[in-house]
């Protein structure tokens, strides 16, 4: 199949792009460069551009099976400081990319986030796929707005995902929590937890996410709009995963807004198809250290 990633020089679009190839299927990618830590490739198929351009781009000017949408906006505290990138990357951007996509009959499948469900007080179960959304933040807005684009169409997945980690995580400190941990531990640098460190979070490891995706390209996977953790089995606190990364926190520092005291996915629709993560966090955190 024909396949583009959106954001294909990111973590988990990185991780996506080798198994498409590895699969045979012809893969384009779109990224616009504009996080720190995206990757580059030096392939004729990868593009640089901003997705909201998308219909402008030549070298996308032809039949696609899919697009696997990741590329956005993805800080919580970005978001907050400059809204305009919010709704620009993440609600104009889907939009451009589910137009184009409509055009070509092409399945979308889209990267959401559990921001989308607000600060979930007094939560203590399992988030399961029925959970309305609720967002509190210009992010948890503009990411929601995209996943209502993806799931009107009638060929779109939505993933709400929560923590999806991996050894070549390189994170930052108001993304990609795991991978900013670990860096910090192993470079002796200070870590700051912004609460009491009880927060909960399902972690997922990112080789799970993208074969669940391959799942979708493979038919395997009713659309509709699911949320997508490690479950109960993953679920660690912060102070947790501190200490099972080998580290210790250095200095504690007030609630950030809207902070989910706790965010674990009940995978109930995809349990019910019979997936499940594969790799434990265990054995992810010890490839990490």
């Given at each position: 199949?024909?396949?583009?990633?959106?954001?294909?020089?990111?973590?988990?679009?990185?991780?996506?792009?080798?198994?498409?190839?590895?699969?045979?299927?012809?893969?384009?990618?779109?990224?616009?460069?504009?996080?720190?830590?995206?990757?580059?490739?030096?392939?004729?198929?990868?593009i640089v551009g901003d997705v909201v351009g998308i219909r402008a781009i030549e070298q996308l000017d032809q039949d696609f099976d899919w697009v696997i949408h990741l590329a956005g906006q993805v800080s919580v505290v970005s978001g907050e400081k400059y809204p305009d990138r919010d709704f620009h990357s993440n609600a104009l951007g889907t939009f451009a990319v589910v137009q184009w996509a409509k055009e070509r009959n092409a399945g979308v499948i889209f990267s959401s986030s559990n921001k989308v469900f607000g600060e979930l007080r007094g939560v203590s179960t399992p988030i399961a796929d029925t959970q309305p959304l609720n967002p509190q933040t210009n992010y948890g807005v503009s990411k929601a707005a995209a996943s209502h684009y993806v799931a009107d169409y009638s060929k779109g997945w939505v993933f709400h995902q929560s923590c999806v980690y991996g050894s070549t995580q390189q994170g930052e400190v108001d993304q990609g929590w795991i991978g900013w941990l670990n860096q910090s531990i192993r470079g002796s640098r200070s870590i700051t937890c912004f609460g009491d460190g009880s927060q909960v979070r399902d972690l997922l490891h990112v080789d799970d996410l993208v074969r669940l995706y391959?799942?979708?390209?493979?038919?395997?996977?009713?659309?509709g709009s699911y949320v997508l953790?490690?479950?109960?089995?993953?679920?660690?606190?912060?102070?947790?995963a501190v200490s099972n990364l080998g580290g210790e926190i250095t200095e504690f520092a007030a609630w950030r807004p809207h902070d989910q005291r706790y965010f674990v996915s009940a995978n109930s629709g995809l349990a019910a198809l019979g997936w499940r993560p594969s790799i434990g966090r265990e054995q992810g955190l010890e490839q990490m250290t």
């Open positions: 199949m024909k396949v583009l990633i959106t954001g294909h020089a990111g973590f988990i679009g990185s991780h996506m792009w080798d198994l498409c190839v590895k699969d045979g299927h012809d893969v384009y990618g779109l990224d616009d460069l504009s996080r720190s830590t995206s990757k580059p490739r030096h392939d004729p198929q990868s391959r799942s979708v390209l493979n038919g395997d996977v009713p659309r953790g490690g479950g109960v089995e993953n679920a660690v606190t912060f102070s947790e």
